[in-house]
């Protein structure tokens, strides 16, 4: 598998993580703050990854 494809696939995977992490800290808001900010970190921590990955993707091609 070429490196862009395997790059593009590790975006895909990482978006989907981010917009999961998203709604838990959405859905744990109101119940439990610590489970919220615990995923509203992980979510920024990865949303750092996505961009750093757009910035590769965008000075490769």
């Keep these: ?3 862009l494809k395997q790059l593009i ?3 895909r ?3 989907d993580r981010y917009e999961k992490l998203m709604e838990r800290s959405n859905d744990y808001k ?3 703050e ?3 900010d615990i995923a509203s970190y992980k979510a920024m921590k990865i949303l750092e990854k996505i ?3 757009k910035y590769l993707d965008n ?3």
């Design 1 to 3: 598998m070429s490196q």
């Design 13 to 15: 995977h990482l978006e």
């Design 51 to 53: 961009s750093r990955i």
């Design 30 to 32: 109101y119940v439990d």
């Design 59 to 61: 000075s490769l091609v």
């Design 9 to 11: 696939r590790y975006k």
């Design 34 to 36: 610590a489970k919220s």
